[in-house]
């Protein structure tokens, strides 16, 4: 019997940081997974350093579709405009609600406290961002680059997004699969990480 594939949506807007975009976008679909690429508009998205990317749909097309995970790109421009829209909110809130995974990287957790998702969870994120929303419970690991809190998958910045992507393979799939695309890259041993802390 055939496994489902699994089903991603990665939301898009202004300002997002482009390395981690494009990295949990490509790895994942590496990994044979159905990635979505929204963007908050019509047409292409210009990321932090001006490199254009052209989503796949508008985030308003998505409807009452399901995914397996909600994964959000940081960047401070673009995590805030992530932020800002009521219709993510409703998506990232019915999502966790119905017990499946959202993640989010460097400044993107923000997002995910604003809703109370980070609510007496550990996470991780860009340091200087989360620390002054005061987040009820909130434990935040200053060691740590990647953390796994029940549904919720945090990571640090631009440098951890290739273990952060490779995570999410794991966690969608299984570890053969995760291992499968990252000796394809051949990444150097030292570079490879054991399962990231989990709350």
Avoid: N
């Amino acid at each position: 019997m055939a496994t489902a594939v699994r089903r991603v949506l990665v939301p898009l807007a202004a300002g997002c940081e482009e390395l981690e975009a494009v990295t949990i976008i490509d790895l994942l679909r590496r990994a044979g997974i159905d990635v979505t690429v929204a963007g908050l508009a019509a047409g292409p998205v210009t990321a932090s350093r001006q490199v254009r990317l052209l989503p796949d749909t508008e985030l308003g097309a998505i409807g009452a579709e399901t995914f397996d995970l909600i994964v959000l790109p940081g960047g401070a421009e673009g995590a805030h405009r992530l932020g800002e829209d009521g219709r993510l909110a409703t998506l990232l809130r019915r999502q966790i609600g119905e017990g499946r995974l959202v993640a989010a990287i460097c400044a993107a957790p923000t997002v995910l406290a604003q809703l109370g998702l980070l609510d007496h969870r550990r996470a991780v994120a860009y340091p200087g961002f989360l620390e002054p929303l005061r987040v009820p419970g909130l434990v935040l690991d200053p060691a740590a680059t990647l953390i796994i809190d029940g549904p919720v998958i945090t990571s640090r910045g631009p440098g951890t997004a290739m273990d952060f992507a490779l995570c999410l393979i794991e966690c969608l799939t299984d570890r053969v699969t995760r291992d499968k695309v990252e000796d394809a890259l051949q990444r150097p041993a030292a570079h490879r990480h054991d399962r990231p802390t989990t709350g």
